[in-house]
């Protein structure tokens, strides 16, 4: 009996060791994660608890945390079993910010003005349905069977897609959404939200406002070398600085999203491990970076807010469009974007269209091209802020197209050879992305 209850305290022993220097760490992150996913899933969309924890933070470690959601108060409180406190708290037009102890309340914040543009013209131009278009050369057959094997039959949680909308020459032929989720539903789209940010410089680039060829205006390195690295650099994810993104960890990605108070600073401090235009590395910490210097554009913190908005949103009518704040107010570029399935239909067609909306130009046609062209060292499959087909990641689907892709499999995807634009929201990456897009395309005849 004795050494049996020596070796049980050993074991016990380095079970406790193991918890406190590989789990307790990340309670942090899990509390985090779960406190700014529930607050955001309820205050955007109206989610109830229930359903958030059942579908959004149905994730590995994630389930484990205990949340209480303050409908007056409008903040969300999570902890993992008693330990490690975090909130997150919502504002009107800025979203749901993670906070720490030290964030005041109740200090007055801005917020962005929104100039909702509402038009008697049908989708996409306008609110109104649109009017019944049948094409010939569609196998609507096809396609309705496409667009449905994307969903779990009853029971299942397999393939766990939350909506697909299909937009052929500016109609939606298909659309389909699973339980609880409507058109009005309005979906985070995670890193998609990196797509959106680059777009901001491409409106500024058109304005005159900014040239992304020349270097980066960080203070931080203009005493070493790394005041070579250019606005274009970041843009194309390839300024050779050090960072990690993998988010079953803690890692540079995880630590900035749920711990950081000003976002746009995590990439400022890491030392070259490469190349600028040499080393192509996925960091969300250098979009928020891009997210800063877009803030220094701008003469207030209103200006830059506005922008946002005023310069893209609401100019083509994704009303539903909402990209939430870091402690400090800096927009969450790389990851915090939401809307709904038909209004990121929108952002997709308005690449389609290189940047024309309705006769107006947003940003300038060589924009298109220039997010959808390879950057160096890439392999073909990114360019400025965008993924890419070029180099055939997607083996039965068209190289020429190109898309915004996030966290749990969101997609927005632009094809320019078809005059299509297709749209996948869901909770699981585990899915046929190339059957899907293959499917549609394979349902047009050219």
């Known amino acids: 009996m004795k050494k049996f209850l020596k070796i049980f305290g050993v074991l016990l022993l380095i079970l406790l060791v193991y918890l406190r220097l590989a789990i307790y760490p990340q309670l942090d992150l899990i509390s985090g994660f779960s406190a700014k996913s529930v607050a955001s899933g309820h205050f955007i969309d109206g989610r109830s608890l229930e359903i958030i924890q059942k579908n959004d933070n149905d994730i590995d470690k994630i389930d484990w945390a205990t949340n209480t959601i303050d409908d007056s108060g409008k903040f969300v409180t999570s902890n993992v079993h008693g330990l490690k406190d975090r909130k997150a708290i919502y504002r009107e037009g800025l979203g749901v910010t993670l906070i720490n102890n030290d964030f005041d309340t109740t200090k007055p914040y801005e917020f962005p003005k929104r100039n909702f543009i509402k038009t008697d013209l049908p989708f996409p131009y306008g609110d109104k349905e649109q009017n019944d278009t049948v094409f010939a050369n569609i196998d609507y057959a096809k396609l309705n069977a496409a667009v449905a094997n994307a969903f779990d039959k009853k029971g299942e949680k397999n393939k766990r897609t939350r909506s697909v909308i299909v937009i052929y020459k500016d109609k939606i032929i298909a659309e389909k959404y699973a339980n609880g989720i409507d058109k009005n539903s309005k979906i985070l789209g995670w890193s998609m939200t990196k797509s959106i940010t680059a777009t901001y410089f491409g409106i500024l680039q058109k304005q005159g406002k900014i040239d992304i060829m020349k270097p980066a205006p960080i203070d931080e390195w203009q005493n070493d070398e790394r005041k070579k690295i250019t606005i274009n650099d970041l843009l194309h994810m390839n300024s050779g600085l050090e960072w990690e993104e993998k988010y079953d960890k803690i890692c540079d990605a995880t630590k900035m999203l749920f711990i950081e108070e000003d976002m746009t600073k995590s990439q400022i401090n890491k030392p070259f491990v490469g190349k600028p235009n040499n080393s192509w590395n996925y960091s969300s910490g250098t979009t928020n970076l891009l997210s800063g210097i877009l803030r220094k554009q701008f003469k207030t913190h209103q200006e830059y807010l506005d922008f946002w908005y005023n310069s893209l949103f609401d100019k083509i009518g994704m009303n539903s469009a909402l990209v939430e704040v870091d402690m400090a107010g800096n927009f969450v570029g790389s990851s915090y974007g939401w809307a709904t399935t038909r209004d990121w239909g929108k952002f997709g067609l308005l690449y389609l269209h290189k940047g024309n909306w309705n006769g107006e130009q947003i940003f300038d046609e060589s924009w298109a091209k220039y997010v959808a062209t390879p950057t160096n060292t ?24 190109y898309y915004a892709s996030g966290y749990q499999g969101q997609m927005v995807v632009i094809f320019p050879s078809h005059d299509l634009v297709i749209v996948r929201m869901g909770l699981s990456e585990e899915f046929d992305f190339n059957g899907l897009l ?3 395309v394979g349902s047009i005849r050219n």
């Open 438 to 440: 293959s499917g549609v």
């Open 378 to 401: 890439s392999n073909g499959k990114y360019g400025g802020q965008f993924w890419l087909n070029a180099g055939g990641r997607f083996p039965n689907a068209p190289k020429d197209m």
